[in-house]
């Protein structure tokens, strides 16, 4: 979500400690820059960046046109390549993308990477773990 004309006012809550309070006249406006639907995951995963493999990287979500990942600090540059490789429900992932942002926080580096190619298989996969979530509701 988008916000503008955003107000954040700091207060100290007895029974919390320091808090913050973000205000805004205004609605928001929803975004999605993926051209399908995002499923949250946070499951490990394996990458490989300009031939070095990256372990403990962690999937944040997944749609069937890109993919989010957390990854240790360091230098990414967009436009490169990477392979994501992870298991998950008995079946095994190969994927090739493109990052196309970074960015980083106190803990890691987040990664928006798009797909150079899409898959049936990755879609069925999507669509399992959306009516698994849906049963759950």
């Known amino acids: 979500i988008i916000w503008s004309d955003v107000k954040i006012v700091n207060m ?3 029974e919390k400690g320091a808090v913050h309070f973000v205000i805004s006249n205004d609605e ?8 399908g639907f995002r499923i949250s995951l ?10 070095t493999l990256l372990e403990n990287v962690t999937i944040r979500d997944l749609s069937v046109s890109g993919i989010g990942l957390n990854c240790k600090k360091a230098e990414y540059e967009i436009g490169e390549n990477i392979q994501i490789c992870f298991e998950d429900e008995g079946r095994k992932f190969v994927l090739n993308a493109s990052i196309v942002r970074t ?19 990755l879609a069925q996969y999507i669509n399992s773990k959306q009516q698994k979530k849906a049963k759950l509701l």
């Open 12 to 14: 100290y809550l007895p």
């Open 28 to 35: 928001g406006t929803s975004t999605n820059r993926r051209n």
């Open 103 to 121: 960015n980083d926080n106190e803990r890691c580096t987040l990664l928006g990477c798009k797909f150079r190619n899409t898959s049936n298989v």
């Open 42 to 51: 946070n499951i490990p995963c394996n990458i490989t960046y300009k031939d």
